[in-house]
């Protein structure tokens, strides 16, 4: 279990995610903190697009900047929102986040970190949002 130092950190980078989230069309601010196994912190904000559906949520934006600066294991993930970027209920991650989790993570060790602040969080593990999910290792 992720300590509280490292949840509160991984809490603030994504506090200050809020002010960069691009979400025009929702007003919906969602900002993401991805810890990698290394110690490495890869941060996210939603990006929103005028054909609604390009949209890319803030910790997919987490996890392919992390992936594509060469980085594929990650230990926790932060994730906040909230009307006008003041976040004020625990916002989960949609079913395309967790799939893309699952193709990176151990859903036995991944904890997701849903906050409003760090004051108030909760730490979920990723196999407890997607019980029964698809990973690579149904492949073989
Ligand atoms: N959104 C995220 O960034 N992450 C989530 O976990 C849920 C939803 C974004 C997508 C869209 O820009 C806005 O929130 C409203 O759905």
């Known amino acids: 279990m992720i300590c509280k130092e490292k949840a509160c950190m991984l809490i603030e980078a994504a506090l200050a995610q809020l002010s960069y989230a691009y979400a025009p069309y929702s007003d919906f601010k969602v900002g993401a903190a991805l810890l990698a196994k290394n110690g490495a912190v890869y941060t996210g904000c939603n990006i929103e697009n005028a054909?609604?559906?390009?949209t890319n949520c803030a910790e997919r934006t987490a996890f392919f900047k992390a992936v594509s600066e060469g980085n594929r294991e990650f230990g926790a993930i932060c994730i906040l929102g909230g009307p006008g970027g003041k976040p004020q209920a625990y916002t989960p991650p949609c079913g395309v986040c967790r799939q893309v989790m699952m193709e990176f993570c151990d859903p036995e060790q991944f904890e997701v970190i849903l906050a409003t602040g760090v004051e108030d969080y909760a730490i979920y593990r990723l196999k407890e949002l997607m019980p029964f999910g698809f990973?690579?290792?149904?492949?073989c």
């Open 51 to 54: 054909a609604y559906a390009p």
């Open 135 to 139: 990973g690579p290792g149904n492949l």
